[in-house]
């Protein structure tokens, strides 16, 4: 199968689809690999590293859309990328398109069938393709915010991690999944006092246990939150329903309960965020302030550390991309439910039952596609 590896060209995306090394395992099973130049340099590729793995290089987006039959991309395409997508050929990158009308259009109007990375599920029901970049934006987030906090940010001026004989930062983290506790346990390593709101008693025990109580637990309910509001200085955001738009947890009414020069960071914006003063915002400007308080809203957490994210990610799609390079998509999914879960649009119709309810279009079942 011939794979293309596109150059991302969302603003201040410096990621790639996959990595030297995952090139040359394609290559090294019959398979051709094209990567539009430049596309890795980003994340500290270079073109001859690419070459060295026995990819080729194209000079430019028209000609590597128009020969790719499989295109392994990082962010969701953007409408100029749309317009080169065609009948017959398959997308494999995150989506995200609950919250997005006119990428659903696009899709749509191409007749691609596009797998979205961040509802692909494996054997246990998990989330393999979202996890490795909500580890990292879980991460990032937990730093970004401790700047956001610095009063040169327009933040309240408070040290996370406090000093001798002053109080640490508080951190609300709202979620336990692979976000929310990658950024409890980044804020807790600055020595902030951290609490993690969830729905799930279930995931609320595994993180007391994991940390031995040095992270406090709370049972998600709206007057709860309103009650943690008050006195937090950094609110992480990492609610999750995958495949569909994030539950808002915070209304802007209660914005007025939090301190002003507090901070707000949603790792769920691209999911169309769980704040209701949401909006998406980029690593150009990643903040902006509402209410007196400090939004950071970045769709692309991940890219701000995108070497390693890159790593992880090729990491965790290179088996997917195998699978579907050897096998055609449509056997590929036949033979993995998990992935089969992942099939988001497929020749102008939605097979993402999330998705179809959210943006109220007709659901076609995965299933019914590979007949």
């Known amino acids: 199968m011939r794979v293309g590896i596109p150059s991302e060209i969302k603003s201040q995306e410096f990621r790639v689809g996959m990595t030297p090394a995952g090139a040359r395992e394609l290559v090294s099973r019959g398979h051709e690999v094209l990567v539009q130049a430049?596309?890795?340099?980003?994340?500290?590729?270079?073109?001859?590293?690419?070459?060295?793995?026995?990819?080729?290089?194209?000079?430019?987006?028209?000609?590597?859309?128009?020969?790719?039959?499989?295109?392994?991309?990082?962010?969701?395409?953007?409408?100029?990328e749309c317009a080169l997508l065609r009948e017959g050929q398959v997308l494999f990158a995150y989506l995200h398109l609950a919250p997005d009308e006119a990428q659903l259009q696009g899709l749509l109007a191409s007749g691609v069938t596009a797998i979205a990375y961040e509802t692909v599920r494996d054997a246990d029901g998990r989330l393999p393709l979202l996890a490795p970049m909500s580890e990292v934006a879980g991460r990032v987030a937990v730093q970004a915010g401790a700047h956001c906090l610095e009063k040169a940010q327009?933040?309240?001026?408070?040290?996370?991690?406090g000093v001798s004989g002053v109080d640490p930062g508080r951190v609300l983290v709202l979620g336990g999944g692979v976000a929310g506790l990658n950024a409890a346990r980044m804020a807790l390593g600055l020595e902030a006092e951290v609490t993690v709101?969830?729905?799930?008693?279930?995931?609320?025990?595994?993180?007391?246990?994991?940390?031995?109580?040095?992270?406090?637990?709370?049972?998600?309910?709206?007057?709860?939150?309103?009650?943690?509001?008050?006195?937090?200085?950094?609110?992480?955001?990492?609610?999750?329903?995958?495949?569909?738009?994030?539950?808002?947890?915070?209304?802007?009414?209660?914005l007025a309960e939090m301190k002003p020069g507090s901070v707000l960071a949603d790792i769920a914006i691209d999911q169309g965020g769980c704040f209701e003063s949401s909006r998406p915002t980029t690593h150009q400007q990643p903040t902006y302030e509402e209410a007196g308080i400090i939004h950071y809203c970045v769709a692309n957490?991940?890219?701000?550390?995108?070497?390693?994210?890159?790593?992880?990610?090729?990491?965790?799609?290179?088996?997917?991309?195998?699978?579907?390079?050897?096998?055609?998509?449509?056997?590929?999914?036949?033979?993995?439910?998990?992935?089969?879960?992942?099939?988001?649009?497929?020749?102008?119709?939605?097979?993402?039952?999330?998705?179809?309810?959210?943006?109220?279009?007709p659901w076609v079942a995965p299933a019914s596609v590979l007949e």
């Open 197 to 254: 709101v969830d729905r799930s008693l279930a995931r609320l025990r595994q993180i007391d246990e994991l940390f031995s109580g040095r992270i406090k637990t709370l049972y998600s309910t709206l007057d709860g939150i309103e009650q943690q509001l008050r006195g937090a200085d950094l609110v992480i955001g990492s609610v999750l329903v995958p495949g569909a738009a994030a539950p808002r947890l915070v209304s802007r009414a209660m």
């Open 38 to 80: 430049s596309a890795g340099t980003g994340s500290g590729f270079a073109d001859e590293d690419y070459l060295r793995a026995g990819a080729a290089t194209v000079a430019d987006a028209a000609e590597l859309y128009g020969r790719a039959e499989l295109l392994v991309k990082v962010k969701e395409p953007q409408p100029a």
């Open 154 to 161: 327009g933040g309240a001026g408070i040290l996370l991690g």
């Open 301 to 361: 957490i991940p890219s701000a550390v995108a070497r390693t994210a890159t790593l992880a990610l090729t990491n965790a799609t290179l088996p997917y991309v195998l699978a579907i390079a050897e096998r055609g998509w449509c056997e590929a999914l036949r033979h993995d439910a998990g992935l089969l879960q992942g099939l988001n649009v497929h020749r102008g119709e939605v097979a993402c039952e999330a998705v179809a309810r959210d943006r109220g279009r």
